[in-house]
């Protein structure tokens, strides 16, 4: 099991928290993503994720991972 954490901008309310997480609970082998509004994303999984991968997955939006 593995844990990464990043952070994320643009984040404004509960809807965009909710998007975020519905996007990264697609990626191959997520298990769990915890997500708060000051933008601390934790996520959980069979394998290392990488910051691409992240990326791939809110592209088209406005939301930034550092």
């Known amino acids: 099991m593995f844990s990464s954490s990043f952070t994320i901008t ?15 609970q697609k990626i191959q082998n997520v298990t769990e993503v ?4 000051s933008g601390n994303l934790g996520i959980s999984s069979d ?12 592209e088209g939006t406005d939301y930034k991972v550092l």
């Open 34 to 37: 915890s997500l708060e509004l």
């Open 10 to 24: 643009g984040i404004t309310c509960e809807a965009c928290v909710k998007l975020i997480k519905k996007r990264l």
């Open 47 to 58: 394998r290392q994720i990488e910051k691409t991968e992240l990326l791939s997955a809110l």
